[in-house]
């Protein structure tokens, strides 16, 4: 059974930093894109970044460049998203998700085959 687990949510002020991690357990991480995809309220839910199963490519989106950075640990199991200079609009539930294996890097949510239950990110101003 794959289950996807997120961490480090919580409430900051806005120029403020949180870190995501997100542990997978199930299967074999290293053959799996991973990202992080956001929603909030009354809004569509976004992909936020996501990183392909060898790391060697990434998206962003335009609202995340030059302030999110993904990673993974393949050893661990593992995926975070630092997030630096915090923005009351990033105040959103994000989700940590897993495409198919050997899967390329998009963002498109239809491409993601898991989902983590998510976790409150709230930005105050």
């Known amino acids: 059974q794959v289950q996807l687990v997120e961490s480090g949510g919580g409430l900051v002020q806005a120029g403020g930093s949180l870190r995501l991690s997100c542990a997978a357990s199930?299967?074999?991480?290293?053959?799996?894109?991973v990202g992080w995809f956001r929603q909030s309220l009354g809004k569509e839910r976004e992909c936020v970044a996501v990183?392909?199963?060898?790391?060697?490519?990434?998206y962003y989106a335009d609202s995340a460049k030059g302030r999110f950075t993904i990673s993974r640990d393949n050893a661990k199991g593992t995926v975070t998203l630092q997030m630096n200079s915090l923005k009351p609009e990033d105040t959103a539930v994000y989700y940590c998700?897993?495409?198919?294996?050997?899967?390329?890097?998009?963002?498109?949510?239809?491409?993601?085959?898991?989902w983590g239950q998510g976790t409150q990110v709230t930005v105050s101003s």
């Open positions: 199930g299967l074999t991480f290293s053959m799996y894109p």
């Open positions: 998700v897993m495409g198919g294996a050997f899967g390329g890097v998009t963002p498109s949510q239809g491409q993601y085959d898991y």
């Open positions: 990183i392909s199963w060898r790391g060697g490519n990434t």
